[in-house]
Nanobody, 127 residues
C-alpha cells in the first residue's frame, strides 16, 4: 500500500488542523493504521492508532483529549483532527499502516511494527 499524508501547515497555538492520509489499493480496511510524529532532534513518537474497522482507538497521553483519529474505509482515508494545538506539537507527522494479524495490543504503539509509511506532513505551531 502507498500512503500520502497531507493537511499540515503553520498555525498559532490553540488552533486546529486536520491531517489526512490517503491509501492506494483496494484493501485499506485490512490495515491497522497509526499516526506518528518526529520533531527535530527527537525520535519518532507514537501519536494515535486505529483499528481496521475504526471502532478501536488509542492515543499518546500528550494528545489525549485534544486529537481524534478516525478513518473512512470507503474513501481509503485516515484522519487526525488536532485541536488546541501547542508549540510542542510541532513536528513532521507520518501515517503508517500494518497488515499483521497479531492481537492489536500496545506493541502497535511502536514504529517498528508498521510496514508502510507516508512521506510526512509538517505541522508547525507558533506561540
Amino acid at each position: 500500500v502507498q500512503l500520502q499524508a497531507s493537511g499540515g501547515g503553520l498555525v498559532q497555538a490553540g488552533a486546529s488542523l486536520r491531517l489526512s492520509c490517503v491509501a492506494s489499493g483496494r484493501t485499506f480496511s485490512s490495515y491497522r493504521m497509526a499516526w506518528f510524529r518526529q520533531a527535530p532532534g527527537k525520535e519518532r513518537e507514537f501519536v494515535a492508532r486505529i483499528s481496521r474497522g475504526g471502532t478501536g482507538t488509542d492515543y499518546a497521553d500528550s494528545v489525549k483529549g485534544r486529537f481524534a483519529i478516525s478513518r473512512d474505509n470507503a474513501k481509503n482515508t485516515m484522519y487526525l483532527q488536532m485541536n488546541s494545538l501547542k508549540p510542542e506539537d510541532t513536528a513532521v507527522y507520518y501515517c503508517a499502516a500494518d497488515q499483521d494479524s497479531k492481537i492489536w495490543d500496545a506493541t502497535f504503539r511502536s514504529a517498528n511494527v508498521y510496514d508502510y509509511w507516508g512521506q510526512g506532513t509538517q505541522v508547525t505551531v507558533s506561540s
